[in-house]
């Protein structure tokens, strides 16, 4: 199977902390725990966000992400695109980091940076997207963030880049929780845009079985499961975690609660498999 969605580096976007205190220690006690998690998930292979705005040296933040695949095999890394960079040099490195290095998506933090997606700084990403074949990842609804301006994350904006870029591939991240229903239409109206399933709800593991919350989780499964059937595109589902916000085995079992059996193959590896090339 594939996780689609994970962070193993703290994504350094404003009014975010490290996810986690085994983002930031040790490099080999991360790598470890990762591995322990994959194996007891059965994941063989994850996608890792990156982490935003770093040197310019490492323009799309894959860096550390890079140096932590080295010890976990099936990790892969997602650059992270700054809408704040500009300049033609920037871009210049960009490309040479796509080429030069095994990156296998763009991640648009929509919300926690204050650019809508059809926003003009984005659009040379979508241009070397397009080039590259690389898919391009947009976090859409809730944030984890006091400083994030949810409007830029409503999924219904991806619908103008799906439109003027046919040839790019675009995820809505979480699908667009809690607009579940423009998220699945955009998705049913877009054959260039797919959803990701992780982070519907964070928490740990003794959370998923808390009797207090059940009624809350049974919510958002029936609402999640009822957009993933108006979509009517289950080969445009990705199976991701959001781990560490949540933990690997307890948060797969709950997707594939509500994903029908017959698109279990496409939704936890298929899907992903082809978008990425992996
Ligand atoms: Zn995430």
Same mark, same amino acid.
Do not use: C, I, M, Q
């Given at each position: 199977m594939i996780d689609s969605h994970i962070h193993v580096?703290?994504?350094?976007?404003?009014?975010?902390?490290?996810? =986690?205190?085994l983002l930031e220690g040790p490099r080999d006690v991360l790598a470890a725990a990762l591995r322990r998690q994959m194996q007891a998930a059965q994941m063989e292979q994850a996608l890792a966000m990156g982490r935003f705005g770093t040197d310019p040296a490492d323009p799309l933040g894959v860096a550390a992400t890079l140096e932590i695949a080295k010890e976990v095999p099936g990790l892969h890394a997602v650059g992270v695109a700054d809408p704040t960079r500009t300049d033609g040099e920037h871009f210049q490195r960009v490309g040479e980091e796509i080429t030069g290095k095994p990156v296998r998506a763009l991640k648009v933090y929509l919300g926690y940076l204050h650019?809508?997606?059809?926003?003009?700084?984005?659009l040379p990403y979508y241009e070397l997207a397009a080039r590259h074949r690389l898919p391009v990842i947009f976090h859409t609804? =809730?944030?984890?963030?006091?400083?994030?301006?949810l409007r830029f994350a409503?999924?219904?904006?991806?619908d103008d880049v799906a439109v003027d870029f046919p040839q790019v591939s675009f995820v809505l991240a979480h699908f667009g929780n809690p607009w579940l229903r423009e998220a699945a239409e955009v998705v049913y109206k877009n054959v260039n845009v797919w959803a990701d399933l992780s982070g519907l709800v964070v928490g740990d593991a003794p959370l998923f079985h808390d009797e207090a919350r059940r009624d809350l989780l049974a919510d958002t499964v029936r609402r999640v499961a009822e957009a993933f059937r108006y979509a009517?595109?289950?080969?445009?589902f990705l199976y991701g975690s959001d781990c560490p916000l949540v933990p690997m085995k307890e948060y797969r079992d709950l997707i594939r609660s509500f994903v029908p059996q017959v698109h279990h193959q496409q939704v936890f590896e298929d899907n992903a498999r082809g978008l990425f090339r992996i």
């Open positions: 580096v703290p994504p350094n976007l404003p009014g975010v902390g490290p996810l =986690d205190p650019f809508g997606p059809n926003h003009p700084n984005y609804g =809730d944030t984890f963030s006091p400083l994030a301006k409503n999924p219904l904006l991806v009517e595109r289950p080969n445009r």
